[in-house]
């Protein structure tokens, strides 16, 4: 059977319920984050973008979104496998989108490092899936540009198949690797943070006059 015919059915048998659990995750869902243990002890012997970074992710660690929104300048661009360009306010919402939604989270985070222009870090996610109750570790290295003491650039990679074997199983194996399931998981994705921005004003860009 041709590659794209087997995405195609993959895309509709493997992905759509499964991976809209965790975009559209019901509003009482109980938050059961677990704060990691903040790795540096002495703020001095950081530059100060290496501050900036180990404070954005701590505020991630303590679901504070506000304050990873401080952490960026009003132009951010952010990029990783599944949103694969968002800037401004986008890059704000997905972060709180991803904040309420969070389900027994763990976040921890290390080799922070950075000149005047870039940095980069290393940090793991470790949660449930909900539709399917499997566990996740995620392994995600980010890449910084920075620019009058804000991050204006943050880029996170990760296997995107690696992520789908441990949130689908199966199904993810099979058909995880495909193209259009990736897209979709993407489309799914990017639908629920647009719907996550139309009901949080504070988040929508004000028309140009």
């Not at 493997?14 to 002495?42: C, K, M």
């Not at 001095?44 to 992710?57: I, K, M, P, R, V």
């Not at 972060?95 to 940090?123: F, N, P, R």
């Not at 979709?184 to 990017?190: D, L, M, S, V, Y």
Request: charged share 20%.
């Amino acid at each position: 059977m041709p590659t794209d015919v087997l995405g195609r059915l993959a895309s509709l048998w493997f992905v759509s319920d499964d991976i809209r659990g965790v975009y559209e995750a019901a509003p009482s869902s109980r938050s059961l984050w677990q704060n990691a243990h903040y790795p540096y002890t002495n703020g001095d012997s950081l530059n100060q973008n290496e501050q900036l970074l180990g404070t954005s992710y701590k505020a991630f660690q303590q679901r504070d979104a506000t304050a990873m929104a401080a952490c960026y300048d009003p132009s951010i661009h952010f990029s990783d496998p599944v949103f694969t360009s968002l800037h401004g306010l986008e890059t704000d919402a997905m972060w709180a989108m991803l904040c309420e939604q969070g389900t027994d989270l763990k976040v921890v985070y290390s080799s922070i490092s950075s000149d005047d222009q870039t940095g980069s870090a290393h940090w793991e996610a470790t949660y449930t899936f909900g539709p399917t109750s499997r566990r996740i570790h995620n392994k995600i290295d980010a890449t910084f540009e920075f620019q009058d003491g804000k991050i204006v650039r943050h880029v996170d990679s990760f296997d995107l198949w690696k992520w789908s074997r441990m949130a689908l199983g199966f199904s993810g194996t099979v058909g995880g690797w495909l193209g259009p399931v990736q897209t979709k998981i993407r489309e799914t994705a990017n639908r629920a943070l647009k719907k996550y921005i139309e009901s949080h004003p504070e988040y929508q860009e004000e028309p140009e006059s």
